[in-house]
C-alpha cells in the first residue's frame, strides 16, 4: 500500500538518505502521515485538523512539550 502513495517530506529533512522526517500524502480529502524510519505505520487525519495543529505549532501552543 505505502508504495503507491505519492509521499512528500520537507526540505528541511535534507538529502533522500536522510530517515528522520515526517512524510505526508493526501488521499481522497485526508492527510496520510508516516515517519520514515517506520513507514509501515500510518496515521490518518483530516486537512483541518492537520491546518490546525499546524497553526498551533506554529503559534507555539506545543512549546511546553519539548522545553
Known amino acids: ?21 515526517i512524510e505526508l500524502a493526501p488521499i481522497d480529502g485526508e492527510i496520510k502521515m508516516r515517519e520514515s ?16 495543529f499546524v497553526l498551533g505549532v506554529k503559534a507555539g501552543e506545543f512549546d511546553h512539550l519539548i522545553a
Not at 37 to 52: E, F, Y
Request: with cysteine; charged share 25%.
Open 1 to 21: 500500500m505505502t508504495d503507491a502513495i505519492n509521499w512528500q517530506k520537507s526540505s528541511f529533512s535534507g538529502a533522500d538518505n536522510n530517515q528522520s522526517c
Open 37 to 52: 524510519d517506520d513507514p509501515d505505520v500510518i496515521v490518518t487525519t483530516s486537512i483541518d485538523k492537520l491546518r490546525a
